[in-house]
């Protein structure tokens, strides 16, 4: 990537222990022009960012949207991205967002999601066509294509 760009990473949190995997996934990026926002509710989430570099942002309002924009109240970053504490990004996430932003036209980007169950599907979803399940849960159809 040619153009240099700083990003902050606002992670809402409710407590959830995947906040760990969600930072430790951010720690892994390829790029590395980027801070990163936690805006948590619980003093777990604190203990838990505190392992790693992070700004930590206490939230006494327990809504995603929310802890989203007091966060990106706080964020230094010329680009947002946000990334739940139940995400884990690939390594080259914030590489292939950012890298649209060299064209001046972008005002903002986005990418697949893909559902990662720890466990069996609930009985009452199994009956669901595959992309309205995908849908459901949270999932994109956008294609992943590496640019």
Same mark, same amino acid.
């Not at 327990?62 to 680009?79: D, S």
């Not at 005002?107 to 999601?113: D, E, L």
């Given at each position: ?27 892994? &990026?390829? $790029? /590395?022009?980027?801070? %990163?926002?936690? *805006? !948590? ?57 950012? &890298?649209? $932003? /060299?064209?001046?036209? %972008?005002?903002? *980007? !986005? ?37």
């Amino acid at each position: 990537m040619n153009i240099l760009i700083h990003a902050t990473v606002v992670v809402p949190t409710i407590g959830r222990d995947s906040l760990f995997e969600c930072l430790t996934s951010l720690e892994s &990026q390829t $790029y /590395k022009n980027f801070d %990163v926002i936690v *805006v !948590g509710t619980t003093a777990h989430s604190k203990k838990i960012a505190e392992k790693f570099e992070v700004k930590f942002i206490r939230s006494h309002v327990w809504n995603n949207a929310y802890q989203k924009n007091l966060g990106a109240k706080e964020a230094q970053g010329e680009v947002i991205a946000f990334l739940d504490d139940d995400s884990i990004a690939q390594s080259d996430w914030l590489k292939f967002l950012l &890298q649209h $932003y /060299k064209e001046s036209e %972008v005002a903002c *980007v !986005g990418g697949k999601i893909e559902i990662l169950l720890k466990r069996n599907l609930p009985s009452f979803l199994r009956f669901l066509p595959k992309d309205v399940r995908k849908g459901f849960l949270g999932g994109t159809l956008l294609p992943y294509t590496k640019a």
